[in-house]
């Protein structure tokens, strides 16, 4: 019988040879704080600003240049490029010296004072959804403000009544936005937040076929395969709570996401149990490879697949119903959207039927991990000492 002196010597031995090969050190603790780092400089600013615009003014009346220096006030639009032409307008656009086009029309002033309709043409690159979303809200927002300025003017002049009256009558309702969980607006706790999880799942992936394909010692091989198996599990999954430890503290002190309603010893709990799930997932896929490269080659098309299947950026109820059921056997699908709405609105409905989930996912990988790997090592095991 083996004891709490031989895990502990060979939890020893598993450390030794990550000092050995830092690789493991870095999957497991520099994969999420790279990403955060990158992916949360990237969209620090939480709005799209100062996006390339080109504006053609074919009134070139005072109407169309007060409402032209509105759109170019607004942040969303960054400083304009001004043409004479429809034609030149639409040659600048591809030419890519902006992202987005305004088109005043000839008679634009003069229906405008006629009561007259009269249609602004926004013309925008559509390759990238979110900057043509953001401006073109702005750009319509601002254009029924002005439009309605516009009219409030146009009627005090005729009934000789205040226009700020006229105004509130003619716009008697506005909008607030209140966003529980992120009053700031911004993308980075969003994006943050999950690309963090999801580097850290492959951290976690690579780090255990780092220590399943690490070539052992004579003295390593003497203990049972089955001890050595959950020694390799059990190492790495404490070595995936320092590192879960870690990415909350670079959250929540550099890039301020805040921990709602004080539910850390749920969010340690939750992430516990999603560590022992990718640990034993990890362990049982890595096994089925003979080569440590074989499994990084197949695991690198794992992220994308189980990010978009988890439900985070893409709701699982607008998925084929063959999808849902394959995100519901992938730990990230019962991590993310949990985790998220713990840290930024501190709900907890829906965590602890989410730790039960990934326990009882994490038991199941690492009892199938262990019989797959264990044999594993008995036939490395076997080699050597016949090659001996």
């Known amino acids: 019988m083996y004891g709490m002196k031989a895990v502990g010597k060979l939890l020893w031995h598993e ?15 520099g994969a999420s704080i790279i990403y955060m780092f990158i992916f949360g400089s ?6 799209v600003k100062s996006v390339p615009a080109v504006f053609c003014d074919e009134d070139q009346s005072a109407f169309s240049r007060h409402y032209l220096r509105d759109l170019a006030d607004n942040d ?13 307008l639409r040659q600048a656009l591809r030419e890519k010296q ?26 925008f690159n559509g390759k990238n959804l979110v900057t043509t979303s953001i401006v073109a809200r702005d750009g319509e927002h601002v254009t029924e403000t002005f439009s309605n300025k516009v009219a409030s003017q146009q009627l005090a002049l005729r009934s000789s009544v205040d226009e700020q009256s006229l105004l509130q009558k003619i716009e008697p309702m506005e909008t607030g936005l209140r ?18 999880i999801a580097a850290y799942q492959q951290g976690l ?10 070539v052992e010692t004579a003295e390593w091989q003497k203990y049972p395969a089955g001890l050595r198996t959950r020694v390799k599990m059990l190492f790495v999954w404490l070595m995936a709570m320092f590192s879960f430890v870690l990415m909350l503290g670079v ?37 089925c490879f003979e080569q440590e490269l074989g499994f990084a080659r197949v695991s690198l098309l794992y992220p994308v697949v189980g990010f978009i299947l988890s439900g985070y950026t893409w709701p699982l109820l607008a998925m084929p119903k063959s999808l ?7 730990p990230q699908t019962w991590m993310m959207n949990t985790f998220r709405d713990l840290l930024l609105v501190g709900s907890v409905a829906e965590v602890w039927g989410a730790i039960k989930v990934l326990s009882l996912m994490g038991l199941t990988f690492c009892l199938l991990a262990g019989i797959f790997v264990r044999r594993r090592l008995q036939r490395l095991s076997g080699a050597a000492t016949v090659f001996s």
């Open 251 to 287: 959250m929540h002190s550099f890039w301020e996401v805040p921990l709602r309603g004080g539910h850390l010893w749920s969010v340690l709990a939750l992430g516990a149990a999603f560590a022992l799930a990718v640990t034993g997932l990890g362990f049982l896929w890595s096994a």
């Open 15 to 29: 450390a030794e040879y990550c000092f050995r090969d830092p690789r493991r050190f870095i999957f497991l603790f």
């Open 205 to 214: 992936f690579f780090a255990g076929a780092a220590s399943l394909f690490q």
């Open 98 to 123: 902006g992202s987005i086009g305004v088109l005043v029309p000839k008679y634009f002033s003069r229906d405008i004072k006629a009561g007259s309709h009269t249609t602004v043409l926004f013309f």
């Open 42 to 47: 990237l969209y620090a600013p939480g709005v």
């Open 76 to 88: 969303s639009f960054g400083d304009p490029l001004y043409v004479s032409t429809e034609e030149q």
């Open 179 to 196: 966003v529980i969980g992120n009053t700031s607006q911004t993308y980075s706790w969003f994006f943050v937040i999950g690309l963090a």
């Open 324 to 330: 849902q059921l394959l995100a519901y056997v992938l």
